[in-house]
């Protein structure tokens, strides 16, 4: 950059004060002043749920904001006008004491539902589950390969050179492979063994709308989720881990079903061939 | 002490009534109170959550070491009855109170004794913050925690001690004391349950 | 210390000072000092120091933020070599160090020391008619166990490995070891200097609690007494009960990092989410610690300025004691996806929408205080004003993290840091604001100047709102929290604009606090002399002279009626002071 950082300051402020993108945008479909266009199944709902949630609250905030500007200016201090003597209205407390409390009651059912019935559902027999484990400062991705199955994995066998804890006496465990990039199939479920080696990560995709946390100790299997649109994202650890926090991230690949399949079976069979426990158990090739 | 507050036929009086000094106290112990219950709970969740990981390790399961504690045990919850009745007995003017209060402070100082000979010989043994899986990082706190608790307590008492001794405790300037006591059986009570969770379930 | 206790009876206390009024030590009246005034002035000037602290700390990561390894100008050479480079810029390690000293400094030695030091000691026994505290001695001991907490907090700054870098919220097991934070020592002292802060906080929350309960003047009932009391005596319960775990907790953390225990680590059974239990059981009561004095003193200023009585006391008052009895069971909506047991996340989403009705009343009577008044534009009144706006803007964003599924999508995003800073920047420090304006003169006996105290104002409300309004955008997109360096992520380099906008945002809004400083030392010496009822206010503090004397009351005044009484219809004085009985001619309505 040949501009000094309070030169770029200045442009960049002149740039957001006209709503302008700035230029070299990324890859990812993202808008400088609103959320990244969802790209999976539950993300949607989410996205329903936050705006009922944006409309509610907007409508909040202007009507109190309006009535208090408008009784400010109307109300200020002139001459010879004295302030009405009051001490409450006691029906004015019960109307605005039931309101709210119906609105969010409402409100708690609503998301509860979103929650438990679309979130937390039970996942698919035919998700296709991979296990992730968090580790400073990068993650570790397996697939469970040709067979479909990742085998039996416990936390307690968790080390550097069984990162996601397999029992490797599984044969199921044979044809595990690990990937440096996370190769997601389009429209197809998706389910996470989510694990942590030594502190606290996060599986973290924005456009997925999906947070979970990475607890070293107990393996986290809810998170599942059907990526929507062909593309490429970033998973990002977003749980202050230490030092290497602020990059620890994985590229995220949302291909084909055919492509998927194609890249699976060679990374499989590669992974049966030369059966090194390094490539299918710890370390990305 | 008279203030013109009196006479007023108002609810609250301004000038602060004899129990303020307790009122505080208790407020205070309250929140001891807290601070233990938010020990007691983190080894609840630690045990329950350890399962067949949750080890009594042999040096706390021999009876020698039970019936030492359980000694010690009654000499402290004694010591709450010897501080009752040398309260009241001072407060009275009759004779013995400073006897008992005296006995007080030795039956306390005798439970400290006991616990620091506990640790060095649970150390020996091989029992310690970090063994035995989480027991002892559970055991060595919440004892630790309450072994301060009573070294304080026995300061207390023995400065209460010594104002009797030069009359300083009357049946109108007893602030010290009442606070000293109601500390002490609030450790004490304290103890009961460490007691049963530590050495007993 | 026994003969403390002894004389506790603050009359005595009194009496004797006023005998002994000019043997006072320099000692015993500037270092060592027992009046609860001196000791609230204690804690101001403490708490303003530690201000520009944790603002210069906010100043480094917003530089970092925006100009991302980019040598810091000027101070860049002379930090320390964990903070920057050998070119002096901001490192990764050193960043995080930058956000979790910043907020616990801003935290447990500004907000809190600010609302709960120097407004409650000052104003607790002047407003119930009292001579002191309970406790003048504890009073004491809690100013310098907190002044030592603090530097206990920041030594670390002189040690090799530098200032604790796991967050505020110093979530384990990357707090637990050395080995994994890099710096044992200074979490070691963050764990020591929470516990003596906790000390201080407790012994103050004894000592207000004593007091307001039992030493209110005759005739100040519980339903008389000012809702800025109201608002202290149930944080004052807050702090007992909740502060008390976090020092459990601080300790077990302590051993962790030292005595090889292994409450909260992976290995060996421990359990990291115990710590994330314990610490948000004291977390969440701990934000309402910092809002409701806000509130309190908010409602205090609000009806001088309306010349009109408060909007629905009583209302208020239950208003606050259901958020401090609420407050303790929200803790869990910091764990919405911690990986805590669903269920659980259900519930406390359901305890967390309940527990934001009653601030719904208390904003509603505030506007309903406003309605039909008289409103007069002081520099306090328009910071007691913007409090309100902001803290609905800050509560409005809660409810969206408070429904699990939107939290799964903003949890820990910088829609959190927006929330964050709407309602303790917006909110407590806006109140704390007001209040030194409208307390200065009877803390100093001189009035602060108007025209420098609204051009503060209007600056800090513009450069508050550019600065945190802006963030909510950036959480939404997707920009995580404690990040040193956003453009290592693709879907954030577009966002870097804003990123700017806001760093130069938030140099105006520290720039904007110099006017205050100086407006605020300058009037010290040179400002006009203060009546002793400058604002024509009711409560018993305007009753007396400006700065009151040793021992307050010359003689225990005596209670008629609310604090509230502004524009009574039958009187040519538009306020009655609570100690003057009402004229017959007065239509005065009891609430
Ligand atoms: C003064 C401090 C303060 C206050 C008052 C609040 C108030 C609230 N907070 Fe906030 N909160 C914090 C300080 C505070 N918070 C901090 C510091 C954090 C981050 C900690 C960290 O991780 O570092 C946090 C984080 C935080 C989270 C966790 C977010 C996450 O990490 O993912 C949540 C989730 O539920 C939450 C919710 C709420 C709610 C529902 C309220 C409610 O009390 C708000 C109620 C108020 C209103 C709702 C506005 C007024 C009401 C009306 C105008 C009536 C009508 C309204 C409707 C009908 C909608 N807060
Ligand atoms: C009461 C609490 C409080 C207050 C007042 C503030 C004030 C400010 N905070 Fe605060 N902040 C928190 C509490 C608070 N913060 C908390 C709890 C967190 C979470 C931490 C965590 O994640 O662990 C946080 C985190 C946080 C972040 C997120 C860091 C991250 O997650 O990576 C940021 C980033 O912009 C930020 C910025 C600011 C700014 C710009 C101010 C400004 O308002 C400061 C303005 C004040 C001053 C500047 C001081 C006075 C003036 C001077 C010193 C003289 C002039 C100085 C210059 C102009 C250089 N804060
Ligand atoms: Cu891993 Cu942050
Ligand atoms: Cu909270």
Redesign the pocket.
């Known amino acids: 950059m040949k501009y000094s950082p309070v030169h770029r300051g200045f442009l960049s402020f002149a740039l957001v004060l006209l709503g302008v993108s700035s230029a070299g945008a990324a890859p990812r479909t993202t808008h400088l002043w609103w959320m990244p266009d969802v790209a999976s199944r539950s993300g949607q709902t989410i996205d329903g749920l936050f705006y009922f949630i944006f409309y509610l609250t907007a409508v909040v905030f202007v009507l109190t904001q309006v009535v208090y500007v408008y009784f400010l200016i109307k109300y200020r201090a002139r001459k010879g006008v004295s302030a009405t003597y009051s001490h409450g209205n006691n029906r004015l407390e019960v109307i605005w004491t039931v309101i709210p409390t119906a609105i969010f009651l409402g409100l708690w059912g609503y998301s509860n539902h979103v929650w438990w019935d679309v979130i937390h559902s039970e996942p698919p027999a035919d998700a296709l589950e991979i296990a992730i484990t968090g580790y400073q400062f990068a993650f570790g991705i397996q697939y469970p390969g040709a067979d479909g199955r990742l085998g039996r994995t416990d936390v307690k066998l968790i080390a550097n050179d069984n990162l996601f804890g397999n029992d490797k006496s599984d044969p199921a465990a044979k044809d595990n492979f690990t990937s440096a990039v996370l190769e997601l199939p389009v429209d197809r479920p998706v389910r996470i063994r989510l694990n942590a080696k030594d502190v606290i990560h996060a599986f973290y995709v924005p456009e997925f709308r999906i947070y979970q946390d990475a607890v070293p100790g107990r393996t986290i299997d809810w998170v599942w989720f059907v990526p929507t649109k062909i593309g490429s994202y970033q998973l990002a650890c977003n749980q202050l881990c230490g030092s290497g926090h602020y990059n620890m991230k994985a590229q995220i690949q949302v291909v084909s079903q055919e492509e998927f399949d194609k890249w699976n079976k060679e990374k499989s069979t590669a992974a049966l061939v030369s059966h090194d426990p390094d490539r299918a158990y710890a370390l990305n090739p | 002490m008279s203030s013109p507050a009196i006479a007023l036929p108002f609810g609250n009086v301004s000038f602060p009534r004899p129990n303020i000094v307790r009122f505080g106290m208790l407020t205070f112990l309250a929140s001891e109170a807290m601070l233990f219950a938010g020990l007691i709970c983190g080894y609840i969740v630690l045990r329950s959550g350890a399962g067949t990981g949750w080890q009594m390790p042999e040096a706390l399961k021999n009876p020698g070491t039970i019936t030492q504690t359980l000694v010690a045990t009654a000499l402290l919850l004694g010591s709450s009855f010897t501080l009752h009745f040398g309260e009241v007995r001072l407060l009275r003017g009759e004779r013995h109170g400073r006897a008992l209060l005296l006995l007080t402070v030795v039956l306390g100082s005798l439970f400290l004794a006991n616990q620091a000979n506990e640790w060095t010989h649970l150390h020996q043994e091989g029992f310690w913050f970090n063994s035995a899986g989480i027991m002892g990082s559970c055991f060595f706190v919440l004892t630790g925690f309450h072994g301060l608790h009573v070294a304080i307590g026995v300061i207390l008492l023995t400065v209460s001690l010594i104002q009797a001794v030069f009359g300083l405790v009357t049946p109108e300037h007893h602030a010290f004391m009442d606070c000293s006591s109601l500390y002490w059986h609030f450790v004490d009570i304290v103890w009961v349950f460490l007691f049963t969770i530590l050495y007993i379930l | 210390m026994a003969q403390t206790l002894a004389h506790a009876a603050p009359e005595v206390h009194a009496e004797t000072a006023h005998h002994h009024h000019q043997e006072l030590s320099f000692f015993r009246k500037y270092i060592w000092s027992e009046d609860h005034k001196t000791i609230g002035l204690q804690y101001l000037f403490t708490s303003m120091f530690f ?2 602290v ?3 700390l ?2 480094g ?2 530089y970092q ?1 925006a100009f991302p390894g980019t040598p810091v100008p000027i101070l860049g050479k002379l930090l320390p070599k964990w903070l920057v480079t050998d070119a002096g810029a901001i490192q990764p390690g050193g960043y995080n160090a930058l ?2 000293m ?2 616990t400094v ?2 447990f030695l ?2 809190m020391p600010f609302l709960i030091g120097v407004f409650g000691n000052f104003l607790i026994p002047l407003k119930i008619g009292a001579a002191d505290m309970a406790f003048p001695f504890f009073n004491a001991l809690s100013f310098w166990l907190f002044f030592v907490s603090g530097f206990i907090i920041l030594s670390s700054f002189f040690s090799p490995t530098g200032f604790p870098a796991s ?3 110093s979530y384990a097991p990357l707090s637990a070891h050395g080995a994994y934070n890099g710096t044992q020592y200074g979490q070691s002292a963050w764990c020591v200097g929470l516990f003596v802060n906790g000390l201080a906080s407790i012994a103050g929350a004894m000592n207000y609690i004593t007091t307001i309960i039992n030493m209110r003047a005759p005739g100040m009932k519980m339903f008389r007494l000012p809702l800025a009391v109201w608002g202290l005596l149930v944080t004052a319960f807050l702090l007992l009960l909740a502060v008390p775990v976090l020092s459990a907790a601080a300790a077990m953390l302590f051993c962790d990092l030292n005595f090889g225990t292994t409450f909260f680590s992976s290995t060996n059974f421990g359990q990291p989410l115990l710590w994330q239990h314990l610490f948000w059981f004291f977390g969440h009561p701990e934000v309402y610690i ?1 809002v409701l004095p806000a509130m309190g003193l908010v409602s205090e200023i609000l009806p001088v300025f309306c010349r009109k009585p408060i909007f629905g006391y009583k209302a208020m008052v239950f208003a606050m004691v259901a958020i401090g009895v609420l407050g303790f069971i929200v803790w869990g909506h910091h764990m919405f996806v911690s990986g805590m047991n669903l269920m659980l996340s259900a519930t406390f989403s359901f305890s967390t929408m309940v527990i934001a009705v009653p601030s719904a009343i208390k904003t509603f009577n505030w506007l309903g205080t406003v309605w039909r008044g008289s409103v007069r534009f002081t520099t306090p009144m328009c910071f007691a004003l913007a409090f309100v706006s902001m803290f609905v803007i800050g509560g409005l964003s809660g409810i969206f993290m408070a429904s699990t599924p939107v939290d799964i999508f903003i949890h820990h995003t910088y829609f959190v ?1 927006a929330h ?2 709407y309602v ?2 917006g909110g ?2 806006f109140a704390i604001f007001a209040a030194l304006y409208f307390w200065y003169p009877k803390m100093f006996g001189r009035m602060m100047n108007e025209f420098w105290g609204k051009v503060h104002f209007c600056l800090a409300f513009i450069f ?1 709102n550019l ?1 945190f309004f802006p963030m909510h955008n950036l959480g939404l997109n997707g920009m995580m ?3 040193a360096d956003p453009t290592q992520y693709d879907h954030l380099r577009s966002q870097q604009p804003v990123n700017v906008f ?1 760093t130069l945002s ?2 105006g ?3 904007s ?2 006017p205050f400083l100086v407006n605020f030392f300058y009037s010290m010496f040179r400002g006009p002399k203060a009546p002793r009822n400058p604002w024509e206010a009711t409560t018993l503090e305007w009753t007396l002279p400006s700065p009151p004397g040793h021992g307050n009351f010359e003689t225990t005044p005596t209670v008629y009626h609310g604090p509230y009484e502004y524009s009574v219809p039958g009187m040519d004085q538009d306020f009655l002071p609570q100690n003057q009985p009402a004229p017959e001619t007065a239509r005065i309505s009891s609430h």
């Open positions: 201000l520009l944790g603002g210069l906010a100043m990561i917003r933020l956000f979790t910043h907020a801003m935290v500004v907000v967050g505020w919220t910092m840091v964050i800073h303790l920047f407590s420090i508050f600065t929290r404690r990040i806001i938030a140099f809004l520290g720039l606090t110099i």
